[in-house]
């Protein structure tokens, strides 16, 4: 299954000022969600940010904040318990999904899309954990449950479609 542009929506969890510091790689799971964004937002795609309690953990980075439509708080790990589904648009099915932490509010809002039938790539080099073996195991686990793993270069190539898009030099230049 390929993810097309008319079709997909990226979410964007959790990626908070002061949990980012404690991530493994944090610098690069945030540089990897800002691409993410930036080639979906170029391509006509919305971008939903969510917040876990962020009284406590702080709003997302602001790089990540801006290039968000919309940013949910909430206090569920799944954020299917806390308004995204409500949030989604209703002709999208397909949930692109990136960021913190991997084992806990990444896997699960990915279980509660895959459960309520939503087609879900996971961006494997946008996804964090403190630990990398609580990330891999996760990732995993969300394979084995029917999340596509995907990278953040084969989803721009992907929505692309054609190297005579509109947009193939600009999406071209921010993988690079």
């Given amino acids: 299954m390929l993810n097309t542009v008319d079709e997909s929506v990226v979410v964007l969890v959790d990626l908070q000022r002061r949990l980012m510091p404690a991530i493994h790689q944090g610098e690069q799971v945030i540089a990897q969600s800002v691409r993410l964004a930036r080639i979906a937002g170029l391509l006509g795609m919305p971008v939903l940010g969510t917040e876990q309690s962020p009284g406590s953990l ?18 569920s790990f799944d954020a299917c318990a806390d308004g995204l589904l409500k949030a989604l648009p209703a002709q999208r099915t397909k949930i692109v ?80």
């Fill in 58 to 75: 702080g709003e997302n980075v602001e790089e990540i904040k801006r290039l968000c439509v919309e940013t949910l708080a909430k206090e």
């Fill in 97 to 176: 999904v990136a960021g913190c932490e991997a084992h806990v509010c990444v896997m699960q809002t990915v279980l509660g899309l895959i459960d309520r039938g939503y087609q879900v790539a996971l961006v494997r080099d946008a996804v964090g954990s403190r630990r990398p073996v609580d990330r891999d195991t996760a990732l995993e686990r969300l394979r084995h449950a029917g999340a596509t793993l995907v990278t953040t270069e084969m989803l721009a190539f992907e929505w692309l479609g054609r190297a005579d898009h509109v947009h193939f030099r600009e999406v071209l230049k921010l993988v690079k």
